[in-house]
């Protein structure tokens, strides 16, 4: 096995272990955080071309900055949106948040 | 070098799974920290320093930050633990992942990726010049949108109403 | 390696290389794949002794001190005044019972202290401790030392969540708005001394700060106007991340009896205690090599002295700082605590961050145009200062005090 191979395989198990968050665990936060783990998988395919991948591929390392940086933005808006769903529901479950009317 | 990262592979993916299995949420909290420790562990060995360490400041630093405030500004009832799935969601859901697994598994299995040296890493200067020269529109782009996710994430969390005593 | 600025002679002084020349006599009859490891493993044990050595000290320091600060003696009975008092207290908190609360989360309750002790541990790594002496060099190290840092205030979390204590949990909450709120103005701090010093490595940032303007006046960064102003954030800053007085909200005795540790005892106890003073080492260790010239020495008559000795002198100062500064100001309420970080450390550092870009773009200005530059970059400092401070007191006006007729 290759590293090349590797990287991309565990990329791949770790973007399923956060869509398994996503889709079952009901819970905003951990929906949230999930999806951060995908980013995170995504991040890490970047990565894996950048290093094993055909040269030149230095944009695959800034991409990787830029990720993390839109990524931490994200984390900052959802969790507000969290609170703010908190705050009218109580409750941060996302089934219990299916009516448009606030 | 393979050996490394497959060690490092299983530190990351150890906790990432047992994450999304636990049903106390500041435990899945903490293992997702884990597990984005594992990854920064995991781009250091790549040789991506830099990228490792914004990793962990970001990730560790902020994101779980954020995320253990919301949990705690958000605590259902008495205790942390969740309700577990209801049986329909969680079987549609694992028939989707498993979908989705089964097709990244078959395209990683079929593709003959080439076998290339790993090329050198970038120093950090070089790094900074990129970030300074071809990248600098994405670089204030970036700036804008984290002012704005401020502003917007300092608007929805605020409460509608001033609250009573707000300052002294 | 970093003696483009010093002259050649304090470099060969035999005091100044003697730690290496010790390094070199331990490991050489080593062979050779060893000795790498060999001298990681002695420059751990180093670190570990000498700074396991300065937290024994700083509590003895710190009592002491804040003992004469109130009219009174501190500890004086173990040993010749008192200098044993640190091996006692060692000794009681090693045998006293380990108490964990029944509905306490064993497992975090555990991990807690000896996650923060081993995070407040990681950031010594870079620091150049002096010419040569340095434990890991890197390109990134002070993003690596920032990043290192920004976990301790998780182990608070976990110490008082897992405690299943009402007051630990008010501790947990409080550590992290602490920690969101003063980790932005401690970076924005360090970004222009990244930028005029044009490196991210430690080394790189004390070698930019050698030399002496007019013959006495050192390179340092605190001795500019932008350094000075970030220097001041840094430090404000570095107290409210080491959780020290006037910061110490998530230990508050008084109102939360103390926070995160009312469920500690003995030995964990004292783990908290070694992760503050080590947390804060570290950070005024950061401080003495991004602000303070690391070890350079502040004048060039004054080189014979080893450089590891004005490094230990530096870091020294700025730790009886942080014991003075306990022992003077009151503790301030979450709130206020939280207004300082965002209304005025943020932008003061915002603002500090463009003055440090024109301080590295006018590096050539010489002569009569060298005081131009200190000119604006202090009016660049004084200005928004003074506005930010009027804004922040607008509404308070001057305390009246009003005494019984007489």
Redo the contacts between chains.
């Keep these: 096995m290759s590293p090349l191979h590797l990287c991309l395989a565990l990329s791949a198990a770790l973007f399923c272990t956060g869509l398994v968050a996503v889709l079952i665990r009901g819970n905003a936060i951990l929906v949230l955080l999930g999806v951060e783990l995908m980013l995170n998988a995504a991040n890490l395919n970047f990565l894996a071309f950048w290093r094993f991948g055909p040269g030149g591929g230095e944009a695959g390392l800034v991409f990787v900055l830029f990720s993390i940086a839109v990524a931490a933005a994200e984390a900052a808006v959802g969790m507000a949106l969290v609170i703010a769903v908190h705050r009218h529901l109580r409750s941060i479950r996302i089934a219990d948040a299916n009516r448009l009317k606030g | 070098m393979t050996t490394l990262l497959a060690v490092l592979a299983l530190i990351c993916l150890a906790p990432a799974v047992a994450a999304v299995l636990v049903r106390n949420l500041?435990?899945s909290a903490?293992l997702f920290?884990l597990a984005w420790l594992g990854l920064?562990a995991f781009y250091l060995a790549l040789g991506a320093?830099?990228v490792a360490?914004?990793q962990?400041?970001v990730y560790?630093?902020?994101v779980?930050?954020?995320a253990?405030?919301a949990v705690?500004l958000t605590r259902p009832g008495r205790t942390d633990l969740l309700p577990p799935p209801s049986a329909a969601r969680a079987v549609g859901g694992l028939a989707a992942v498993s979908l989705v697994a089964s097709m990244l598994a078959s395209s990683l299995f079929w593709s003959r990726l080439p076998s290339m040296e790993p090329t050198a890493p970038i120093?950090?200067r070089r790094l900074g010049e990129l970030l300074a020269g071809p990248y600098l529109v994405a670089v204030l782009l970036v700036g804008l949108i984290l002012t704005v996710a401020l502003i917007g994430g300092l608007l929805l969390a605020a409460p509608r109403r001033p609250a009573e005593g707000a300052?002294? | 390696m970093i003696l483009a600025v010093a002259p050649a002679s304090p470099a060969d002084a035999w005091l100044e290389r003697a730690p290496l020349l010790l390094r070199d006599a331990l490991t050489g009859w080593l062979p050779d794949a060893l000795r790498p490891w060999v001298s990681a493993l002695l420059s751990i044990a180093v670190i570990l002794g000498v700074f396991g050595l300065l937290f024994a000290y700083m509590t003895l320091a710190e009592r002491k001190l804040l003992g004469r600060m109130q009219n009174r003696p501190g500890p004086n009975r173990t040993g010749p005044f008192g200098l044993l008092q640190p091996f006692a207290d060692a000794i009681k908190a090693l045998t006293k019972e380990d108490i964990v609360p029944r509905a306490a989360d064993r497992v975090?309750h555990f991990l807690a202290p000896v996650v923060l002790v081993a995070l407040s541990l990681l950031g010594l790594a870079v620091i150049p401790f002096g010419r040569n002496l340095v434990a890991v060099e890197?390109?990134?190290a002070v993003?690596?030392f920032?990043?290192?840092g920004?976990?301790t205030?998780?182990s608070i979390?976990?110490a008082g969540?897992a405690s299943r204590n009402k007051y630990s949990?008010l501790a947990?909450?409080r550590a992290?708005?602490q920690?969101?709120s003063y980790?932005v103005p401690l970076l924005l701090s360090v970004v222009p001394v990244v930028v005029v010093a044009g490196s991210?490595s430690t080394t790189g940032i004390v070698a930019a700060q050698g030399g002496w303007a007019a013959g006495i006046w050192p390179h340092w960064h605190a001795l500019t106007p932008w350094g000075f102003s970030a220097f001041a954030v840094f430090m404000i800053a570095a107290l409210a991340e080491s959780n020290r007085s006037p910061f110490d909200l998530p230990e508050a005795e008084s109102e939360l009896i103390a926070g995160h540790l009312t469920e500690y005892s003995g030995f964990k106890y004292a783990l908290f205690f070694m992760a503050e003073y080590l947390g804060m080492a570290a950070l005024s260790a950061m401080a003495v090599t991004l602000f303070l010239g690391g070890w350079q020495a502040p004048l060039g008559l004054l080189e014979f002295v080893p450089s590891y000795a004005w490094f230990g002198v530096k870091l020294l100062l700025l730790l009886l700082g942080f014991i003075w500064i306990r022992a003077t100001f009151p503790r301030l309420?979450i709130?206020q605590l939280t207004r300082l970080s965002w209304k005025f450390l943020v932008p003061l550092a915002l603002v500090n961050l463009l003055n440090g870009g024109f301080w590295a773009a006018t590096a050539d200005w010489s002569g009569p145009a060298a005081a131009v530059r200190w000119l604006v970059s202090a009016l660049l400092v004084v200005v928004p200062f003074v506005a930010l401070a009027r804004s922040l007191a607008a509404g308070y006006g001057p305390r009246t005090y009003r005494y019984a007729p007489s």
């Design positions: 500041i435990h903490l920290v920064a320093e830099f360490f914004a962990a400041l560790v630093g902020g779980s930050m954020v253990l405030f705690l120093p950090l300052d002294a | 975090l890197l390109e990134a993003l690596y920032f990043a290192a920004a976990a205030e998780l979390f976990m969540w949990l947990a909450m992290l708005a920690l969101i980790e991210l309420r709130d």
